[in-house]
Each structure stands twice: as structure tokens, then as C-alpha cells.
């Protein structure tokens, strides 16, 4: 079993092999965690606070999840919470339990029971700046302290917890602008509008994300369908190969720059895996034949050969 030492300094190059063209976050985000885990940062906050910017799809919440898999054993130990559904002043009463004579007292609130089911966990709050300003001062405790008190008067520890919050504030301008011109001095004036100092100074980091390259495009297709590679040898014994005429296919009608890498994912649903899906149904398929799924006439095709492609 891998040690808590190993996990740390093997953090980066393990993120790495999920998330594709972010390795500048990866490494902030890595070295971040080192330092707390080291025992260098205040034991008294959480182990670490990220905000991280960029445009959709490309890869804010894949750090999320990657991170509860390689700290914690598991993508499920990502608890994540949509701020759209935060943006009322009662909204705070879904956070910590609603207070005494309410309805739901006895209930607890959503982030302080889970937290205290789960206290080695990734705390992920997804379009941040949507929260209403009274959601904002329980994170603020949180960033400050390390605990929360909830509505039953129960202190939970958020001590062995990472805070992620994302935000698609200056979107717009990271999608346009190539990472090595971006101005940073610019982005922090459009988070001043949005969030108070306050809360903008208890956050470890704040992370920017770069827009997808196509060379990275194809890095996350090449991945996707190796995972579905194994999927299919491991769980029902076939093997299947792509072409890279495949791989160009799915990245010339796959990928939106819009929305990132997210929609690469479900066209490999739609357009791969329900053609192989049909041939194993229609027993189309042998366990001791190699299957390599190309392309003709720009559409896909499916055949049997004998060698690995």
C-alpha cells in the first residue's frame, strides 16, 4: 500500500496522468498541499484553499476529483456543491442545518454533515461567485478557522479537508489569451469586483487554467479511449484498438473550444461505445480476435484483424 509520503511527493505526476495541459495549476496546487502536509502552513486551517479561473471544460473539477483519488482512495470522496443553489440569504441554513423551531432543525445542515461524515475529504464548491454574500462569511470561518459550528451546535473539523472553489469570473479572457500573455494584474481587478478582500486573502491559491491546445485535445481523446481499451480487455476480455484517424475524427467533431474538453465524452458515448456496444449485443465480436476501429469515407468503421494495430 502507498504510503501518505509517497502519495505527496508522487502528487504532481500522478495529477498529471489525468489532467491534460494544466501543469502549471498541477504543480501549484502539489506544492500546496506538500507544504501543509509538511507541516510548514498553519495546522489550524484547512490543508489547503484554491480558487480556481477558467473557462469551462478544462479540467478545474478533473483536479477535484483526481485529487480525492490520489489522497483519499477515491473520486467519492469529493463532496461538491452547486452555488447556484446558494444564492438566497437562507441558503446558509442548507449549509449548516436550519436553526432551532425550523423545519429540518434536527436534519443538520448538508456541508457540516457530510464534512463530519467524511473529515479526510475534497470540498468542492463549483461557480462560487454565485453564492449569496452570507454563504460567503460561513466559508470565510471555514478558510479562518479550520471548523464550523452547525445549527445543533456541533463543531465540525475541516482541518484534514481541501477547499476547491471554482469560478468562470474572466472566462471570457482566459478562453481568448494564450497562457503565457496572460495578465494577471487584469484578472485579480475582476475577482476585486466580485469578492471582498477578505475573502480573496485567506485563500491558499488562486489557480488560473489555461484553454485546451489541440495537442491537448488529443492527449484527453488518446486518454479516454485507452480507459475504454481496458475497460473492454479487463471486464468482458475484447480488444479493441483506434486508429489515429479515429483519434483525428473525434477531435475535429468532438471538441468545442466553448465548452472545452466536456463534450469529447459524450461524443466517444454516442459515436464508439454504442458501435461496439451493438456488436457485442448482436455476438458480433470474438474474445480471441483484435478489433480495430477506424475510419473510411469519414465515417467510423469497425473490423476484425488479427494483429495489434
Do not use: C, W
Not at 477515491?74 to 423551531?101: A, C, N, T
Not at 432543525?105 to 453564492?131: C, H, M, W
Not at 489541440?214 to 481523446?221: A, G, M, Q, W, Y
Amino acid at each position: 500500500m502507498e504510503s501518505e509520503k509517497e502519495k505527496l511527493l508522487l502528487l504532481e505526476s500522478s495529477l498529471r496522468k489525468s489532467v491534460k495541459g494544466q501543469d502549471e495549476a498541477l504543480n501549484v496546487v502539489s506544492e500546496s498541499i506538500l507544504r501543509s502536509r509538511a507541516g510548514v502552513k498553519d495546522p489550524n486551517k484547512p490543508v489547503g484553499s484554491f480558487l480556481f479561473l477558467g473557462p469551462t471544460g478544462v479540467g478545474k473539477t478533473e483536479v477535484a476529483r483526481s485529487l480525492a483519488a490520489q489522497l483519499f482512495s477515491s473520486e467519492k470522496k469529493m463532496i461538491r456543491f452547486d452555488m447556484s443553489e446558494y444564492m438566497e440569504k437562507q441558503s446558509v441554513s442548507k449549509l449548516i442545518g436550519s436553526p432551532p423551531g425550523y423545519v429540518g432543525y434536527e436534519e443538520g445542515g448538508r456541508l457540516t454533515e457530510q464534512v463530519r461524515r467524511n473529515p479526510y475529504s475534497i470540498v468542492l464548491f463549483d461557480e462560487v461567485e454565485k453564492a449569496h454574500p452570507d454563504v460567503f462569511n460561513v466559508l470565510l470561518q471555514v478558510l479562518d478557522d479550520g471548523r464550523l459550528t452547525d445549527s445543533l451546535g456541533k463543531t465540525i473539523d475541516f482541518k484534514n479537508t481541501i477547499i476547491i472553489m471554482t469560478s468562470n469570473i474572466a472566462s471570457e479572457y482566459l478562453l481568448t489569451t494564450e497562457s503565457e500573455m496572460i495578465d494577471q494584474e487584469l484578472v485579480q481587478k475582476e475577482l476585486s469586483r466580485h469578492f471582498r478582500p477578505e475573502f480573496l486573502n485567506r485563500i491558499d491559491n488562486i489557480v488560473t487554467f489555461n484553454s485546451l491546445s489541440k495537442e491537448v485535445i488529443t492527449e484527453i481523446i488518446k486518454r479516454q479511449l485507452s480507459l475504454l481499451e481496458n475497460k473492454l480487455q479487463q471486464e468482458q476480455d475484447y480488444l479493441v484498438k483506434f486508429t489515429d484517424a479515429t483519434i483525428k475524427k473525434i477531435s475535429e467533431e468532438g471538441y468545442d473550444k466553448q465548452f472545452g474538453a466536456r463534450p469529447i465524452k459524450r461524443y466517444i458515448e454516442k459515436n464508439i461505445e454504442t458501435m461496439i456496444a451493438r456488436a457485442i449485443i448482436k455476438n458480433e465480436m470474438d474474445k480471441n480476435r483484435t478489433y480495430v476501429l477506424d475510419v473510411a469515407n469519414d465515417e467510423f468503421v469497425f473490423s476484425a484483424s488479427n494483429k495489434l494495430n
